[in-house]
């Protein structure tokens, strides 16, 4: 069975400061990777996926993360944060059935 | 502008009450997903659907839980009898055969017991 690991439950961080969410994942199997953003209030929307082809994998609103498969990591990154990126962030993995587990989340608060 | 539907947005129920939870997919959506948000647990996945045949309901409590899609365009997840423990957000996602594309998310349904 698959499942993941998210390192950070909170992450404060000035805004236009670099940031990175950890993720780390386990599974017998194939899987894909995605990374999930939740705003107060709302259902959670794709920020971007890892399927296969390059490890680098670029997403909306400036996120990127990097599948690195000996470190079975898949770590968000964002060169500069804005007041707007706060919110909640979800590394998930799904698997060739479709099932779909999610991590525990990373709460990234950024100030002015 | 394709959505998941989820009703109602907000539930206040007493214990013991029944609850039913409906969801409409994305119409050509043929995976749907149900799952339990709370600060403690995080996003769990009670049950997925597809073609409307159960795949996997491991997550959900057998006991009191139950999920069903009656047809293509309504899935339901059940709690009789509800009780405090229940209280969370329940969010129903759906999305095409082959989910390694994207699952689009519902707004939620948030219910308290009480």
């Known amino acids: 069975a698959q499942s993941v690991t998210q390192l950070d439950s909170q992450v404060p961080v000035f805004e236009e400061a670099p940031v990175e969410l950890r993720c780390n994942y386990s599974?017998?199997?194939?899987?894909?990777l995605f990374w999930y953003v939740q705003y107060p209030n709302q259902g959670l929307q794709l920020l971007l996926k890892y399927l296969s082809g390059s490890t680098l994998v670029k997403g909306i609103n400036g996120f990127e993360a990097e599948f690195n498969k000996s470190q079975t990591s898949f770590h968000l990154r964002k060169p500069s944060v804005h007041i707007s990126d706060t919110a909640e962030y979800f590394c998930a993995v799904s698997d060739p059935t479709d099932k779909l587990i999610f991590g525990t989340g990373t709460r990234l608060q950024v100030f002015p | 502008d394709a959505r998941v539907t989820q009703t109602p947005r907000d539930k206040v129920t007493e214990m013991g009450q029944e609850v039913t939870m409906r969801c409409q997919p994305i119409?050509?959506?043929?995976?749907v997903f149900w799952y339990r948000q709370t600060m403690m647990q995080g996003l769990e996945l009670l049950a997925y659907f597809r073609n409307r045949a159960p795949l996997d309901d491991s997550g959900m409590p057998k006991d009191r839980f139950s999920a069903e899609m009656p047809d293509a365009t309504l899935a339901t997840l059940k709690i009789q009898p509800s009780e405090p423990r229940d209280s969370a957000v329940y969010f129903c996602a759906s999305g095409p055969t082959g989910l390694n594309t994207e699952a689009f998310f519902g707004q939620g349904t948030r219910l308290t017991v009480v």
């Open positions: 599974s017998s199997v194939s899987v894909y």
């Open positions: 119409l050509g959506h043929n995976t």
